[in-house]
């Protein structure tokens, strides 16, 4: 089984106002990196978030 988890995100910097969600299937994955290439995300301090860089990650196994 293959999952990736879903994460929400801010956008460019850890001060950003444009949320996200990282896509939470692993079919879309490939899809949003493709999309987002360019782009950087971070766990949001508006949001509550710690402010650190997040990364898209995909599980393959379940722990």
Request: proline share 5%.
């Amino acid at each position: 089984m293959v999952i990736a988890v879903r994460q929400t995100a801010v956008l460019g910097n850890v001060e950003s106002e444009e949320p996200l969600m990282l896509p939470m299937e692993a079919i879309e994955l490939d899809v949003f990196r493709r999309r987002h290439e360019p782009d950087t995300f971070w766990c949001g301090l508006l949001l509550g978030g710690c402010g650190n860089q997040l990364t898209t990650k995909l599980y393959t196994d379940l722990l």
